[in-house]
């Protein structure tokens, strides 16, 4: 399967503890996206990259969210000491990155986070 | 604020029929449309995209038509199946890197056999 592919699935972690999630994108793939998903809600986006370099922060992403993509392949996001209001579907998604092209992005299985 | 709206929840109908989903937006600088279709636990899957320079895009069963003026898009799925019984989320995006996309709350497809 070479699609978005996101560890660990699920996660119960207790309030005031930090959690790291994994996504790795399609290869080659140059663009990654975060988003968080909420009960009823649709997706919502946090950040994404290009290549390596983390181009925009949605101010839903507060200082106790950081997100990384260290060589541009892998991607990780992590909450420190994690609240109630943390607890959604974490998903992640990707797109070739051609520059002036109307891209679709590809979401991974997500990473369903409750915190307790 | 809300950009992107689905405002029908759910909607049931039976197999061979149409199935409509509607969806409305109000940011006049969105110019990229895309319907994702979502099972319980798992990600959103991608479905059908249109560009605003477009009115309709069809791929097999699925249309999407597209109505700048009313700021409104449907995506159309006939005949309907009970494999499509699924949520679908309207997206939208800004520009042609579309780096951001934002969804609406999407809409339960029940379909009946």
């Known amino acids: 399967d070479t699609g978005v592919s996101q560890d660990p699935r699920h996660k119960i972690t207790k309030r005031g503890q930090n959690v790291t999630f994994r996504c790795d994108p399609i290869s080659e793939h140059n663009r990654l996206y975060w988003y968080r998903q909420t009960l009823g809600q649709g997706p919502e986006f946090l950040t994404y990259?290009?290549?390596?370099?983390?181009?925009?922060k949605s101010r839903l992403l507060s200082d106790r969210f950081s997100a990384e993509r260290p060589k541009g392949s892998f991607s990780t996001l992590e909450i420190q000491r994690t609240e109630q209001g943390d607890s959604a579907m974490y998903l992640c998604a990707s797109s070739p990155g051609v520059a002036g092209a109307i891209e679709t992005q590809y979401f991974g299985p997500g990473t369903r986070l409750l915190v307790l | 604020d809300q950009q992107v709206k689905q405002n029908s929840p759910s909607l049931s109908v039976q197999e061979g029929r149409i199935s409509i989903l509607n969806c409305d937006y109000t940011?006049?600088?969105?110019?990229?449309f895309l319907w994702y279709k979502k099972y319980p636990a798992e990600g959103p899957t991608f479905l059908i995209s249109i560009s605003s320079i477009k009115d309709k895009n069809e791929d097999g069963r699925f249309t999407v038509f597209l109505n700048k003026s009313a700021k409104h898009l449907s995506l159309h799925i006939v005949p309907s199946q009970p494999g499509d019984s699924a949520v679908y989320f309207c997206?939208?995006?800004?520009?042609?890197?579309?780096?951001?996309?934002?969804f609406g709350k999407g809409t339960l497809l029940t379909v009946n056999p």
């Open positions: 997206a939208a995006s800004v520009g042609g890197s579309n780096y951001k996309l934002t």
């Open positions: 990259f290009q290549n390596e370099a983390q181009l925009e």
């Open positions: 940011n006049s600088m969105f110019d990229y």
